[in-house]
């Protein structure tokens, strides 16, 4: 438009002019340090991290607010699910905001019941008594090492005055656990008695945990083996092996140097528990050594005038007198049988008085007795086994060279004979031990160099952006701002002129000295004013040509010389 190329015209002319090119120089400058400061900031901007994640929207009120009553500068992440504050301030925070006994978590304990309304009903009484004791479970479960958040669900049934109708408790128990931590069965079984216990009437049986995952912690028809090993039985049989091959290898390092000896032990552990019942009984003894323990003894004598017979009516009447005659001959000696036969003189035998005795004796001795009830402990070691590897001596040859050499006989007798006695060795129990002597293997991983350390490599990134940032700085200052302030202060032109001077006053010098003259000559000078004594016509011709001359070939220098003069320089 022919309009505006007049207006671009006053615009170029007014750039061009000295005011505008203040003007632009001020902007540059204003826009180098916006440039610099800019960069300034981006080398020292603060890192955050998470101060807390995942909290509800009461927590993170009272946190917000309790942040900006400390004067920590903080910030919300993509989606406002988590509180970013400064690196070097999280922990400070965190533990200013415990005190104050944030995050909640939004479980409430029984300081629920201490603002109960007058005139609440008996049901808002209940929901809030279980609201208080799931709360308080929550915060006793979440203290736990492993435990992030935890919540509590329980599920208390109304109580019936009929036994039949009577229902038992039940709870639920969600859990959070931290990255790449995890819980034992000792520690789910823990939980699960622990929230037992503080429910009234509630069996361990009846208490479900899950984790963030899913997975069924308290899994209850997995009845556990009685004859299967327990995570705790097995890290003891670890500790003891490692304990074994710790003893083993300090004991010989100082005599084959660090780093040259390996161990590795197995323990055999018994884990049965043996109980045991013996009753023993020592042989007979003879009577003189034996121990009466009770002795007694009966003794009865009974006596009779020697009528025998068939008891009855017969045998007590008298005898009748004898009708058959006597025809068997007399008995010698006069002596009469027992079958009551006739005697000599034809009567009958005169009785004899007989009688019956009886002894009875019964003694009872000590019966010796031992009865042994042993129970053995589990956890008894029955066989240890115990591998030794020593590597070569390093000695040093006549040349001064250094070369492995195997152990002596005696060395490696010496070495078994520590080792028996650093791992209990104990033949009639079947322990092994084995010691092998031969030269490590020197193939081994190389040390990864420093600068390849993954430590390294942050700490030169980090250097690198504060080198870069300060080159940056520097060259914006002296190639792009000092000039500008120079110019806007007028140093510059200063500096140009006084450069000019000095390269006229060298130029004029050299001039001088190639034509003869030297301007620091006295004598010189005098000359050329025309006061010598000595043909003063013809050296006044001379100065004059001379000065002629460099006038013609150098008026810069010429012009120069006579502002001295005028000066008085």
């Not at 006229?504 to 000559?521: L, R, T, Y």
Request: without cysteine.
């Amino acid at each position: 438009m022919p309009g505006s190329q007049p207006a671009q015209n006053g615009m170029m002319g007014y750039a061009r002019s000295p005011q505008g090119k203040r003007i632009l120089l001020i902007i540059a400058a204003a826009a180098t340090l916006a440039v610099m400061a800019g960069i300034w900031l981006w080398s020292q901007k603060v890192e955050y991290r998470v101060l807390f994640s995942n909290f509800n929207d009461r927590d993170g009120g009272a946190i917000v607010a309790s942040l900006q009553q400390m004067n920590v500068p903080y910030k919300y992440s993509d989606g406002g699910t988590a509180i970013l504050v400064p690196e070097n301030m999280v922990h400070d925070a965190r533990l200013k905001l415990a005190a104050q006994g944030l995050p909640k978590g939004g479980n409430v304990g029984f300081e629920l019941m201490e603002n109960q309304k007058l005139g609440i009903s008996q049901f808002l009484e209940q929901v809030n008594f279980q609201r208080a004791l799931e709360g308080e479970l929550a915060r006793s479960v979440g203290s736990l090492a492993s435990v992030q958040t935890a919540r509590v669900h329980l599920a208390l049934p109304k109580a019936s005055v009929f036994v039949r109708d009577q229902q038992k408790p039940t709870a639920s128990v969600v859990l959070s656990l931290y990255p790449g931590r995890y819980l034992d069965p000792q520690q789910v079984s823990a939980i699960v008695h622990l929230v037992a216990s503080s429910v009234p009437e509630l069996s361990p049986k009846a208490v479900t945990i899950v984790d963030q995952n899913g997975n069924l912690l308290s899994d209850t028809t997995k009845q556990a083996q009685p004859n299967t090993l327990d995570p705790t039985q097995l890290k003891y049989v670890q500790d003891m092996q490692q304990d074994i091959v710790k003893r083993v290898e300090s004991i010989i390092a100082p005599i084959v140097g660090n780093g040259n000896v390996r161990a590795e032990a197995t323990a055999d552990v018994d884990f049965s528990r043996s109980e045991q019942a013996s009753e023993a009984y020592k042989p007979n003894q003879t009577k003189d050594s034996a121990a009466v323990r009770s002795k007694q003894s009966s003794e009865a004598n009974s006596a009779s005038n020697g009528t025998s017979g068939v008891p009855g009516a017969l045998s007590n009447q008298p005898p009748a007198p004898a009708t058959a005659p006597i025809v068997n001959p007399a008995v010698a000696n006069g002596a009469a049988n027992q079958t009551g036969a006739a005697t000599p003189n034809g009567a009958l035998p005169t009785p004899t008085a007989t009688g019956n005795s009886r002894k009875d004796e019964t003694i009872n001795y000590e019966v010796d007795k031992t009865v042994r009830y042993t129970q053995q402990p589990m956890g008894g070691v029955r066989r240890l086994t115990v591998a030794v590897v020593v590597n070569y001596k390093r000695t040093m040859d006549n040349t001064g060279k250094i070369v492995m050499r195997p152990l002596t006989e005696a060395e490696r007798n010496q070495i078994t004979d520590l080792v028996k006695e650093a791992m209990g060795y104990n033949k009639d129990r079947g322990d092994s031990l084995n010691v092998v002597n031969t030269q490590f293997s020197t193939d081994m991983e190389p040390e990864v160099p420093l600068w390849k350390q993954p430590g390294m490599i942050d700490l030169a990134k980090e250097i690198g952006k504060y080198v870069l940032v300060a080159a940056v700085l520097l060259f914006l200052y002296f190639r792009v701002l000092r000039p500008i302030v120079w110019k806007l202060s007028g140093r510059e032109e200063r500096e140009r002129l006084a450069k000019e001077k000095a390269e006229a006053e060298a130029a004029a010098a050299a001039a001088a000295v190639a034509a003869g003259f030297d301007p620091d000559d006295p004598d010189a000078i005098v000359n050329l004013s025309g006061e010598s004594e000595v043909d003063e016509r013809a050296q006044y011709k001379a100065n004059l040509e001379t000065a002629k001359q460099w006038a013609k070939n150098d008026p810069k220098l010429v012009a120069s010389i006579i502002k001295s003069w005028v000066n008085n320089e």
